[in-house]
């Protein structure tokens, strides 16, 4: 059984970094993609990057060179360093991991606000 745990969230004023971090405690014997979903009041949860075992990256189009997600394996976690940031970020932040079952892991979630 596994267990994802968030931290970094916070306030920021427009075109400020925050980076959140996101680690899956358990006994997990492996990882798969790991990433991080958004979700804005009144609007649909959005994938925001994703990164595979061996780091391979994907990103939404409106986070692109803003964003960089990364990951430690050894650590079993995955940061998501966030730029130049823009009062559309504001949203609660859900990281997930994709384990060998198949099962996927959630985050309790971070608010992430940016003031203009």
């Known amino acids: 059984q596994g267990r994802l745990v968030e931290s970094g969230g916070g306030l920021v004023q427009a075109g400020g970094s925050l980076r959140l971090s996101c680690v899956l405690s358990g006994n997990i014997f492996s990882i798969n993609a790991m990433g991080w979903y958004r979700q804005a009041p009144g609007k649909q949860r959005e994938l925001v990057a994703t990164?595979?075992?061996?780091?391979?990256?994907n990103y939404a189009d409106s986070v692109k060179g803003r964003f960089t997600i990364s990951r430690d394996n050894a650590k079993n976690t995955v940061y998501l360093q966030m730029n130049s940031l823009k009062p559309e970020d504001t949203a609660v932040y859900y990281c997930?991991?994709?384990?060998?079952?198949?099962?996927?892991?959630w985050g309790q979630g971070t608010q992430v606000t940016v003031s203009s």
């Open positions: 997930y991991a994709d384990v060998a079952n198949g099962r996927r892991y």
């Open positions: 990164i595979t075992s061996v780091g391979y990256t």
